[in-house]
């Protein structure tokens, strides 16, 4: 139902843009999330962006280098990421969930999920 697409190999300083499209027209007013995880590491909480207001969280990792947005025309979410760093390696997740949480940064809050992409930024 949740279709990512975008990741890539990027030199650091580089960016790319994900997205995140949505089989059905419903999830345009579910709240929207990326994650990633590393190698050997947990899913972590990357952006989340709310279902009607469209107001937006970061974690403290990317907060300013990356943007999340989206079309609900389009059924899509974005993540634009610049100054991309080797850190940044892992594979993004994009998510769903009806209403906002105050766990927004929790997978396990997440009821969808997309099938992954690969970002890899080489030093």
């Known amino acids: 139902q949740l279709q990512a697409s975008g990741g890539g190999l990027v030199q650091a300083g580089g960016s790319l843009r994900l997205s995140c499209t949505a089989s059905?027209?419903?999830?345009?007013?579910?709240?929207r999330g990326w994650f990633r995880q590393a190698p050997g590491k947990e899913r972590e909480f990357v952006a989340a962006?709310?279902?009607?207001?469209?107001?937006?969280r970061y974690s403290d990792s990317v907060k300013g280098r990356f943007t999340i947005s989206r079309d609900n025309a389009k059924n899509t979410v974005y993540l634009d990421m610049h100054n991309l760093k080797p850190e940044d390696t892992a594979l993004y997740y994009c998510a769903a969930r009806a209403y906002w949480t105050v766990n927004y940064y929790s997978p396990t809050e997440y009821s969808y999920w997309g099938q992954g992409t690969q970002v890899t930024v080489s030093s």
């Open positions: 059905e027209r419903a999830f345009s007013i579910y709240t």
């Open positions: 962006i709310r279902e009607h207001n469209g107001s937006t």
